[in-house]
């Protein structure tokens, strides 16, 4: 079964600094990787999904890399403001159905 | 387009009554799933379904039914709530003819058992 871990469970940074999330996986077979946004009493956000064939992707000031050998993903938020704070979810596929995911990142970031 | 939809948004029930949870997507997906969400368990796997007609039992499926016979629509009814089913679920749904699967997530439903 597969397996999502992130660390930390919780960061807390000042307004400003660059920063890295992490994603290990015990299964490295996978079909796509998918990083979510979550904001307390709200649904999730799709974020940036990565192929399996794909090292990275970008969107705006985020970037999420992909080693599927090593069975890692990391989200790096570069000038992390206060409305980057939110629990972070990473979450894999093996089939290009399920999701299984992680227990998440709660990232606070402070002004 | 709404995107993925989820009604109720709150809902307490008492232990033994049955209830549905409603779940609608405008976007054409054939794909579409519940997950549960519960402190420090992550999102798991509840049912999922691949089009009209075919649904299949993912991680968590005990106390729970579903059905599809729309494209749009794919509910999730419990037949006898009883307090371990206090969680907040979530509706997903995406396209299969795609090579980009990103998965769009409903805003959840919270229900409380007594």
């Known amino acids: 079964k597969q397996e999502v871990t992130q660390i930390p469970a919780a960061l807390s940074v000042p307004e400003g600094e660059n920063l890295v999330l992490n994603c290990s996986f015990t299964d490295s077979a996978i079909y796509n990787l998918q990083w979510f946004r979550q904001d307390p009493g709200k649904g999730l956000t799709s974020l940036l999904l990565i192929q399996s064939s794909q090292r990275e992707q970008t969107s705006g000031r985020l970037n999420a890399s992909l080693d599927k050998s090593s069975g890692r993903s990391t989200l790096y938020i570069a000038a992390s403001q206060p409305g980057d704070s939110a629990t972070y979810l990473c979450?894999?596929?093996?089939?290009?159905?399920?999701?299984?995911f992680g227990k998440g990142t709660s990232l606070l970031v402070t002004p | 387009n709404a995107g993925v939809t989820q009604t109720p948004k709150f809902q307490v029930l008492k232990t033994g009554q049955s209830m549905t949870l409603q779940c609608a997507q405008d976007m054409n997906h054939e794909y579409m799933s519940w997950y549960r969400q519960d402190p420090g368990m992550g999102l798991r796997l509840i049912h999922y379904?691949?089009?009209?007609?075919?649904?299949d039992q993912g991680e968590v499926p005990n106390g729970y039914n579903v059905s599809r016979s729309t494209t749009e629509d794919f509910p999730l009814r419990l037949l006898s709530a009883a307090p371990s089913q206090t969680s907040v679920y979530f509706c997903?749904?995406?396209?299969?003819?795609?090579?980009?699967?990103?998965?769009?997530f409903g805003p959840g439903t919270r229900l409380t058992v007594l």
């Open positions: 379904s691949v089009g009209a007609g075919i649904t």
């Open positions: 979450a894999v596929s093996n089939s290009g159905y399920a999701l299984n």
């Open positions: 997903a749904s995406k396209a299969l003819a795609t090579t980009y699967n990103e998965q769009f």
